[in-house]
């Protein structure tokens, strides 16, 4: 079985500040992680992955992500977050040996300016 | 490219009643995965296709079913709707050959709504 969690339903920052959305997994393998972005009345768009090798993964918009394999943990972050990235962030885990992509519940991210 | 489309964007049933949705993949790819999206369950997997064949199946009543067809198109068909059904359906697609990497990439949904 696998499953993620995703500990903080909301996040705040101000316009500037670094952001951070945890995201800690289960799987019975080695996994494939990933980070969606879902902005309101929209499909999922997807941030970046975790495959295998270098441990920070960086991806689009300016976001980066870290696995630590010993905390099964995927946190995502970005060093200056900006009001345009006020949105729901999702954490998903696939098995290697799998096709089925699980989804945490999602963070609800809110940058002020 | 084109993005992955999904029609209808928005259908209103009534219980009781079955209804179809459908999915065009990205060009080139071959694998239709479907989730249903409320805001109490979240994102829940409902199945994936891969070559006309469902690989993986999620924890869901056999109301639900799908298929693909040779073009990689995918439809969804939900009978004897209920209440609980009300949600958004997201179709992905990805290029997946077995045991890939591939990210997926996700329509814009369309909104059940069940009177």
């Known amino acids: 079985a696998q499953s993620v969690a995703q500990p903080e339903d909301q996040v705040n920052v101000a316009e500037g500040n670094p952001l951070t959305v945890k995201c800690t997994y289960s799987?019975?393998?080695?996994?494939?992680l990933f980070w969606y972005v879902q902005y309101p009345n929209r499909g999922l768009q997807f941030l970046l992955k975790y495959i295998t090798g270098d441990n920070l993964v960086k991806g689009s918009y300016g976001f980066e992500a870290e696995f630590n394999k010993s905390q099964t943990s995927f946190h995502l972050k970005k060093p200056s977050a900006l009001v345009s990235d006020s949105a729901l962030y999702f954490c998903?885990?696939?098995?290697?040996?799998?096709?089925?992509?699980?989804f945490g519940a999602g963070t609800t991210v809110t940058v002020r300016a | 490219k084109a993005g992955v489309t999904q029609t209808p964007r928005y259908l209103i049933k009534t219980r009781g009643q079955q209804v179809t949705l459908s999915c065009s993949p990205i060009s080139g790819h071959r694998s239709v995965s479907w989730y249903q999206q409320t805001p109490g369950q979240g994102l829940q997997f409902l199945f994936e296709y891969f070559s006309e064949t469902q690989r993986n199946k999620g924890n869901f009543p056999g109301r639900f079913s799908g298929r693909q067809f040779s073009n990689s198109r995918s439809e969804m068909n939900v009978s004897t709707l209920e209440l609980g059904d009300s949600a958004l359906y997201l179709c992905?697609?990805?290029?997946?050959?077995?045991?890939?990497?591939?990210?997926?990439?996700f329509g814009p949904g369309t909104r059940l709504t069940v009177l």
């Open positions: 799987v019975s393998g080695n996994p494939y």
């Open positions: 998903a885990v696939r098995d290697r040996n799998d096709y089925k992509l699980s």
């Open positions: 992905a697609s990805s290029l997946a050959f077995k045991r890939d990497y591939n990210e997926q990439f």
